[in-house]
Nanobody, 122 residues
Framework: QLQASGGGLVQAGGSLRLSCAAS????????IGWFRRAPGKEREAVSC????????YYADSVKGRFTIVSDNAQNTVHLNLKTLKPEDTAVYYC?????????????????WGQGTQVTVSS
């Protein structure tokens, strides 16, 4: 089971830390991604981290503001969100790529947790 948490309401320019915790399995050997779906829009990739080589991916819209961090000891992957903008408002999901690839494409991810709402007010 994947559990995403940490969402909330924050003013523009603020910060949040999202967490994705696994229970019943470990992240070792898998890749973890964060995705979001804004109202009226398709689900999009935000950031991913590959278990194969530790490489990371960031969508252009979040580069320099968001950071993905893997905490193996806690079996958790965090997404640190800084300098938030109203356009970051969305439901954020974490997901697992069971093949441990380096892609951050939505279709590559097999197992999804429930989302956590992030709302950024202007």
């Amino acid at each position: 089971q994947l559990q995403a948490s940490g969402g909330g309401l924050v003013q523009a320019g603020g910060s949040l830390r999202l967490s994705c915790a696994a229970s019943g399995f470990t992240f070792e050997g898998y890749s973890i991604g964060w995705f979001r779906r804004a109202p009226g829009k398709e689900r999009e990739a935000v950031s991913c981290i590959s278990s194969t080589d530790g490489s990371t991916y960031y969508a252009d819209s979040v580069k320099g503001r968001f950071t993905i961090v893997s905490d193996n000891a806690q079996n958790t992957v965090h997404l640190n969100l800084k300098t938030l903008k109203p356009e970051d408002t969305a439901v954020y999901y974490c997901a697992v790529d069971l093949l441990g690839g380096s892609s951050c494409a939505v279709y590559e991810y097999d197992y999804w947790g429930q989302g956590t709402q992030v709302t950024v007010s202007s």
